[in-house]
């Protein structure tokens, strides 16, 4: 890949996602700008890193300064309290939006989730164009997001791929991956075409590798160039021999949320 960028910044830069990106999209810029709310390790000459929280306004602000493209990772990972949601899902990504458009940043790529449409059921086969149908208030953070984004295009011309990414592993750990997987390395790929597309404009894509099973139309997202290059389908002798057929009629199996249909509230649970 060649540098196409002088600086990039990826929020999330700590997490499991955020680290494979941060080695993954290296090649394609001369620095990059890593930001999370925990210390980041091993900070190498081709990096800077910032420590602070997405819900801090003017500390994100400042973050996008002088950037030329922002990979979005940052955010609650999972299901969280109501309070969590809103301060770092929420109005951290409101405050991205807000950075880009006063800094003039123009390409976004943000890491959205099935769980923005996880009470969809397989059969549905549905497109970018389906509506959503989220599975938690972490799956609302995402539609949210996938909104603000769509505003910020019409509005004032920032280009966002919002990748929903479904289950993003080593290698699949369950039957439900053998549909859902998506590789590190594919993942990078992703998100590198999200980066390079020539136009993207608003873009929903869904982050899977080339596996067998094919519950989703990618289509729409063709223009990206996409082409996964992994598969589910080595791993599946050995996830079928390991773990037993789920109940065909749970809402755990029939929708692509998976065990998000069935969480509690998560402040009932923090009570």
């Known amino acids: ?37 925990v210390e980041i390790e091993d900070v190498q000459p081709h990096e800077e890193a910032m420590v602070f929280d997405l819900a801090d306004e003017a500390a994100t602000i400042e973050a996008t300064r002088d950037v030329d493209a922002i990979v979005h990772m940052g955010g ?26 006063k800094h003039g940043v123009k390409r976004i790529a943000y890491a959205s989730s099935v769980h923005a449409i996880g009470f969809h059921k397989l059969t549905d086969h549905i497109d970018a164009q389906t509506p959503t149908r989220p599975d938690t208030l972490y799956g609302v ?4 997001v996938e909104s603000l984004s769509s505003l910020y295009w019409d509005k004032f011309g920032i280009e966002t791929v ?28 992703l998100f590198s075409s999200a980066l390079t597309a ?17 519950p989703v139309d990618n289509s729409l997202a063709g223009h990206l160039g996409f082409q996964p290059q992994d598969s589910a389908e080595p791993f599946r002798a050995a996830v079928e021999a390991r773990v037993p057929v789920a109940d065909p009629m749970a809402s755990a199996t029939r929708c692509y949320g998976g065990a998000y249909v069935d969480f509690p509230h998560p402040d009932d649970e923090a009570q």
Not at 76 to 101: F, N, T
């Open 1 to 37: 890949m060649a540098k196409q960028f002088n600086r990039i910044l990826i929020t999330g830069a700590a997490g499991s996602l955020g680290t494979q990106l941060r080695r993954g999209l290296a090649p394609l810029a001369d620095t990059l700008r890593l930001a999370d709310r």
């Open 198 to 214: 020539p136009s993207v404009g608003h873009t929903i894509v869904f982050g899977m590798s080339d596996n067998t099973v094919k």
């Open 141 to 144: 953070s995402k539609c949210f």
């Open 76 to 101: 609650a990972a999972v299901e969280r309290p109501w309070q969590d949601v809103l301060d770092s899902s929420i109005r951290g990504s409101y405050h991205i939006y807000e950075g880009a458009r």
């Open 162 to 189: 919002c990748v929903r990414i479904f289950s993003c592993f080593p290698e699949p750990a369950d039957r439900r991956h053998l549909w859902s997987w998506l590789s590190f390395d594919d993942c990078v790929r």
